[in-house]
């Protein structure tokens, strides 16, 4: 009595004796316990893999406590990845590069420093001016600024009907920065944009906020530049698909918005040099921009926004799953499977295209060996 008030206390040894169906009396505890220790056991590598070793006892204690060793370090990274899953923000991404020969020239927002605020000089026609340096020279763009307000107003330029084109070595070999075969050694040509704005910040710190977007994303990628200034930079353009699994948007995937679980996104990274001191600036009033792409090699991303989403637990998921086929794989390396000397050899046939190859080769050939055994031709 005493012994089954203090098993009492484990409900699991009481739920497996009633599973099995063995009563719970002091007696069979010892009993119950062996159970699970042989049952645990066997679930590790059960008896008789090792039945055509020499030491099979051995081989099969030694193996279930290598195996003990694997599933344990393998939990023990799972956790850890679901602790810097869901604990510090970590959200596993899909990533792919590749190289594209057409890229859509960025359009380009000019708004003033300040929030709220409104840019000055939108009132001439030619408040922003734009041209192309193509390997044929200068190109002058016809383009129309239009108001466009986010959190200040601001005056935008749509340039999605032009592209940046890239060009091979030899046929630019000799083309200067702005066009034309006005270099006398290769410099690596890259189409370029340059533009020029008279357009103006209100505030004392006469800074203007400029920011490039394209047509697929809307969201502009913003930098700085001093007013009278020159920047010189260069593109480059990673895209992102953040997916976000909602019942609204999975209603939408129904109806055929087939991008409605991943909004793609063109994140655009400028890295400028600016030219200009205050001396210069003071006396200029136009403010000018030049950017090319760097090259024309694409990061291409697909992961959730956020840690915690549907696209993450999918992730957890098919990680667990894989836990099969590791744990596969690592048996098959460590302990590969016996394989019987005395097996016969399997009996295979010879498959109809190889057939009538060789045939025609022993007929048409005569390099090939001739062989006086009528081969079976298989339809």
Same mark, same amino acid.
């Given at each position: ?7 009492? *206390?484990?409900? #699991? ?6 599973? /099995? ?19 645990? !056991? ?9 039945? !055509? ?12 406590? &290598? ?25 596993? &991404?899909?990533?792919?590069?590749? !190289? /594209? ?8 927002? /000019?708004? =003033? ?12 026609? @030619? ?7 193509? &390997? ?26 032009? +592209? ?9 070999? *000799? ?17 370029? &944009? ?5 357009? %103006?910040? =209100? ?5 203007? %906020? ?9 969201? =502009? +990628? ?8 020159? *920047?010189?930079?260069?593109? $480059?353009?990673?895209?992102?698909? =953040?997916?976000?699994?909602? #019942?609204? @948007? #999975? ?71 894989? *836990? ?9 390396? /460590? ?36 062989? $006086? ?7």
């Amino acid at each position: 009595a005493i012994a089954a008030q203090d098993y009492s *206390r484990f409900p #699991l040894l009481i739920l497996y004796s009633t599973l /099995v169906g063995v009563p719970w009396t002091s007696a069979s505890s010892s009993t119950v316990c062996m159970n699970l220790w042989e049952d645990f !056991k066997e679930w590790i590598l059960p008896s008789g893999t090792f039945a !055509k070793s020499r030491h099979p006892k051995r081989d099969l204690r030694d193996a279930r406590i &290598i195996l003990f060793i694997f599933y344990v370090l393998f939990g023990i990274l799972f956790v850890w990845m679901l602790v810097r899953l869901f604990f510090f923000g970590r959200v596993e &991404i899909m990533r792919m590069s590749y !190289k /594209v020969d057409v890229v859509e020239v960025p359009s380009v927002a /000019v708004c =003033p420093y300040l929030t709220g605020a409104e840019i000055t000089g939108s009132n001439s026609e @030619k408040s922003i001016s734009v041209y192309k340096y193509a &390997i044929d020279g200068e190109i002058e763009l016809n383009v129309v600024p239009y108001n466009c307000t986010y959190d200040r107003r601001c005056l935008c330029i749509d340039l999605s009907e032009y +592209a940046f084109h890239d060009y091979s070595l030899e046929d630019t070999m *000799r083309t200067g920065s702005t066009g034309r075969n006005n270099s006398v050694r290769a410099i690596g040509f890259h189409e370029s &944009i340059w533009l020029q704005t008279t357009l %103006k910040d =209100p505030s004392e710190e006469q800074t203007l %906020k400029v920011g490039f977007f394209d047509s697929v994303d809307e969201v =502009p +990628a913003w930098f700085y530049a001093r007013h009278g200034t020159s *920047r010189l930079g260069q593109l $480059e353009l990673q895209i992102w698909y =953040p997916t976000t699994v909602t #019942l609204a @948007k #999975l209603l939408a995937l129904v109806r055929g918005h087939w991008s409605a679980l991943a909004r793609q996104r063109h994140l655009f990274y400028y890295s400028s040099q600016e030219s200009g001191g205050l001396a210069v600036t003071s006396k200029r009033n136009v403010t000018s921009i030049s950017y090319e792409m760097r090259n024309y090699f694409v990061d291409e991303t697909i992961s959730s926004e956020t840690a915690f989403s549907a696209y993450t637990i999918v992730f957890v998921l098919f990680a667990f799953f894989l *836990r099969s086929a590791l744990v596969n794989a690592f048996l098959a390396v /460590v302990f590969p499977l016996w394989e019987d000397p005395e097996k016969p050899v399997e009996i295979r046939q010879m498959w109809w295209f190889p057939a009538s190859l060789s045939s025609l080769l022993h007929t048409c050939c005569c390099c090939w060996e001739k062989d $006086e055994e009528r081969a079976p031709f298989y339809p």
